[in-house]
């Protein structure tokens, strides 16, 4: 009965409220895990690389497979209830199979939705730039950057890395909705670009200039993977229209998106401990992305 009164209050705030702190926590311990994680086992723990690999490439293979085996039990039932198109020419005499279909159909359905295959080859690239400028941002920070910036402009701009891209996307959608989001995912393209051959340019000479240049590739990399979202809510609703379901199958498209994309996620750590042995000749002797990076001193 104590637990009434508070449990009466969270019935009653808002829809919007609950979702944008339950966001909000998921997001801070997405964020932590992976700024850390990498410089735990590898610093910390000193596990050796054959054995960070293994666990990396489990981790590849359950975290690319949970999303589609999730998305095809959800839309299972519906795919197994939706009558069948025959082949192509049967569709123009508009011949009807009644049946269900199966995975292997619907992924050779997949196979032949152009769109689909272009966006998921551009966002594996993008996943894996998200997530590696993720892991050894701090890295950058330290080997790059720490005989110019203090600890606190270190720390300072480590924080604003994770929290810019959340308030730029409060300026992205308007934009979105204004100019369509293929306008402004591909002005960040461009943007990302021009900052490069700028950089490029100027040399590695330039601290204010590479201070900038750091944060703002890791901001705007972000802020493009977190608006990508809405374009697989179109390729949805184009395999709706392509492949005359009745209702679209969301769950399992997003789940065949996260099947090519999220090797990504794997990569960009086995990627950088490579570097890092590469280097330094042992990750467990190297810094590693964070060991003595500027958050750690303050």
Not at 33 to 58: H, M, P, Q
Not at 134 to 143: G, I, K, Q, R, Y
Not at 184 to 191: D, K, Q, S, T, Y
Not at 241 to 254: D, E, G, I, M, T
């Amino acid at each position: 009965m104590g637990l009434g009164g508070p449990w009466a209050w969270l019935l009653g705030l808002p829809t919007a409220m609950v979702y944008g702190s339950l966001a909000l926590f998921i997001s801070v311990l997405h964020n932590v895990f992976l700024l850390y994680y990498v410089d735990t086992f590898v610093s910390v723990y000193k596990i050796n690389k054959a054995a960070f690999w293994v666990g990396e490439t489990v981790f590849l293979l359950w975290n690319s497979l949970n999303d589609p085996l999730f998305g095809w039990l959800s839309d299972r039932q519906f795919l197994s209830s939706q009558p069948r198109l025959c082949e192509e020419e049967e569709l123009l005499l508009g011949g009807e199979e009644t049946g269900s279909i199966t995975l292997g159909q619907y992924l050779r359905q997949l196979a032949r939705h152009r769109n689909f295959l272009w966006f998921v080859g551009m966002d594996l690239v993008q996943v894996f730039h998200c997530h590696f400028n993720s892991n050894f941002f701090p890295l950058f920070l330290e080997h790059l950057l720490s005989d110019h910036i203090s600890l606190s402009t270190g720390s300072f701009l480590l924080g604003i890395s994770y929290v810019a891209p959340h308030l730029n996307n409060l300026y992205f959608l308007p934009l979105c909705r204004r100019w369509g989001v293929y306008a402004v995912v591909r002005g960040l393209f461009l943007l990302k670009l021009g900052l490069s051959l700028l950089m490029l340019c100027a040399g590695p000479d330039r601290p204010g200039l590479l201070c900038l240049f750091i944060a703002s590739n890791r901001v705007f990399t972000e802020g493009t993977c977190k608006l990508l979202t809405l374009v697989v809510t179109d390729l949805v609703d184009e395999d709706l229209v392509l492949n005359h379901r009745k209702q679209a199958a969301s769950a399992l498209l997003f789940g065949m998106v996260a099947l090519v994309t999220k090797p990504g996620q794997t990569f960009a750590p086995l990627l950088g401990t490579w570097l890092l042995c590469f280097y330094t000749g042992d990750p467990g002797s190297s810094p590693g992305p964070g060991r003595s990076h500027m958050p750690r001193s303050n």
